[in-house]
Every structure is written in C-alpha cells, then in structure tokens.
C-alpha cells in the first residue's frame, strides 16, 4: 500500500516515463534487499484456454508490487490436454511440448520479455527444470530461451545425472545455472545437501545454487549457516516456511524456518542475492492475497 504522497510520486514517476518514452520500474528494493517472486506462486490463477500466464502473471506481479521475477516454464509453455492416466495421450503431449521448445521463434519470447517490462518487471531467472527425458536440442534450447527472455540466469530443480548432461551446454552459453534444492536427503542424486551443491558445483564454474530456505530446513539444516558460508555461490533464495524434519509448508512465521534471520543477514551483508517469495502453503485467501501477505512478512523483517 501506497501513503497519498508515495502514490503521487509513483503516478508523477509513470507520467514522465511515458513522456520519456521510457518504460516504469517497480522497484521492490528494501532496505537493500531485492524483493521479488517465484511465479509458481501464482500458479492457480486462471489462464485463457491457448494462451499462456503472461498477461495474468504480469497483473499479478503488479498488483503486489513487485518488480523481480523468477519465471516458471510450464507457465509460458502450452498446456497438455490428457486426461489422467491416459499414457498415450501424455506421450502425446510430451512430443508436442518437446516440438515446441525447439521450433518456437526466440522472438516470441522475447515478446514476453518485452510485456513484463513494459509494467516494470524484470525476469532475472528463468526457471527451466531439465529433465532425464530432454533430449540435447531441449537442454540447449533452454539458455536460448532464457536469453531472449532476458534472464541472467537458469534456475533448475533437476538432478546430479542430469546437470552432468547440463554442463557442456551451460559452459557454450557462458550462463549460470543454480540448481535448486528439495529435502529428500535419501537419494544422493537429488539436490538437498550441502554436500549435494558441492557435486553439482565442481562440474562446471558456471553451477551455482538456488537455496530454497524452507527446504533446506525441512532437511534439517540451518540456511542462515550455509547462507554465511556460500553466499557467494547463491544466486538467489526461495523464501517459504516449513517445519523440520520434512514438515509441511506453513504460512510464514508459524515454521521452523528462519525467515526473518535470513533476511537480516541479506539486509547487513548487503550480498547481490535476490529473495524470491514462493507461495507453496495452503492459504485461505487467493493467491496475489497470499502473496502480499508474504511481502508484508519480508518488509517487516527487513524493517
């Protein structure tokens, strides 16, 4: 919420941008700390049957006010259309979507690119989850996509045999990808350790990590300690609440994890590393209600 005075200068502010032709920033900086969302947060929303989440996410993104995106794929992809458990009809769809990702025109995502800013959005991540069934063209479509996007970088939940695939293509587009973490500790060929992000690490100089904060406490590790300790390997963080020992997600501030201390530490250190808020809990309200509500968490533990 804006006070009369800060809506006056944010209105005055757009007014001149378009006069300058030049396009508005939200700017969901606070106290030094970049402010922004993972998209997945929204990813109940309703979208238009053919069409893909931009216009929906961007009104979103507005509405909370923040002006930093982590881009989820799935929601730009075209949606599959078979029913459950129907195998064939899913291999189906999975030849299309795989049609698609390597024959789509750059410029239509750069076109996406274009309507976030236009509303004063950047996407700083795009989230392409490589998978064990992406064939080579998929993987290195993925850092194209994300460059027409205007990433900076891929953020991928994916696995230690998989990123091994990655790596060549990661080193050929000099771009960084940050794999993510979940909390199933069991199989050492998911991200969930410390010791896990050290793997995928010393494959290539261009790996890095995307720490999910309420997995990694649900894994039963402190994310304020391994923050202290790698920030300078993180790119960026998904902030979300979850108990111990594989706890479920909770509205912010009734789990273990600590979200305020972590915040803290981005907010004195001043570290180049972007706080995404991930809804994921089940709340009562809409997901942009949801969101806010987070928002209003993150600037009151950054206060």
Known sequence: MYTRREFGAVALGGLAAQRLGTPPVIDSTVNGVRLGAQSYSFRALPRTPGADA????????????????????????????????NAAAAAQDREALRAWRVSTPLDHFRAISKTFASAGITI????????????????????????????????????????????PFAEKHR???????????????????????????????????????????????????????????????????????????VPWGTGDTPIREVLQLLKRERWPIRAHVEYEYRGAGSPIDEVKQCVAYAKQALA
């Open 124 to 167: 700083s991540a795009f989230n392409y989850s490589f998978a064990a069934n992406f064939s080579d063209q998929e993987i290195d479509r993925g850092f194209e996509m994300a460059k027409a996007l205007g990433a900076g970088i891929i953020t991928a939940s994916t696995t230690l045999d998989v990123a091994r695939r990655v790596a």
């Open 54 to 85: 931009t216009d929906s996410l961007v009104k979103a993104f507005v509405e909370v006010g923040l002006g930093d995106c982590e881009l989820w794929s799935p929601q730009i992809e075209p949606q599959g259309t078979a029913p459950r458990g």
């Open 175 to 249: 771009m960084v990808v940050a794999v993510h973490n979940h909390s199933n500790t069991t199989d050492p060929n998911e991200f969930a350790t410390p010791e896990s992000f050290d793997a995928a690490m010393r494959l290539s100089k261009y790996f890095k990590v995307n720490l999910d904060i309420g997995h990694f406490t649900a894994a039963n590790y402190d994310p304020v300690v391994y923050l202290r300790t790698h920030h300078d390997s993180i790119t960026n963080l998904h902030i979300k609440d979850r108990k111990k020992a594989q706890g479920d997600n």
